[in-house]
């Protein structure tokens, strides 16, 4: 069984940060990447950004130079900051875990940017 819980979501005003995290927990054995997707109701969820266990990344061209993941491979934690954001970023986050056989998603954490 893994667990992967999601943390820091928040309001904030636009051009505002947050910072999310991401822990992985359970029989994890060689996790492949870990990665930030979001949906807003009536779309898909897209890819936000993701990480390799090698430290390859790659971005969603919406967020570039604005967001940034980053990777504790000890801790099995990912995280994303998030600056300079903007009103079409808001949406629900999930962090989506890829082992070599299988992939777990985390509950989703909230992100508004609202005057």
């Known amino acids: 069984q893994v667990q992967v819980v999601e943390s820091g979501g928040g309001l904030v005003q636009p051009g505002g940060s947050l910072r999310l995290s991401c822990a992985a927990s359970g029989n994890i054995f060689n996790i492949n990447s870990m990665g930030w997707y979001r949906q807003t109701p009536g779309k898909q969820r897209e890819l936000v950004a993701r990480?390799?266990?090698?430290?390859?990344?790659n971005y969603a061209d919406s967020v570039k130079d604005r967001f940034a993941i980053s990777r504790d491979n000890a801790k099995n934690t990912v995280y994303l900051q998030m600056n300079s954001l903007k009103p079409e970023d808001t949406a629900v986050y999930y962090c989506k875990v890829r082992l070599v056989v299988s992939t777990y998603w985390g509950q989703g954490t909230q992100v508004t940017a609202s005057s």
């Open positions: 990480i390799t266990s090698g430290g390859i990344t």
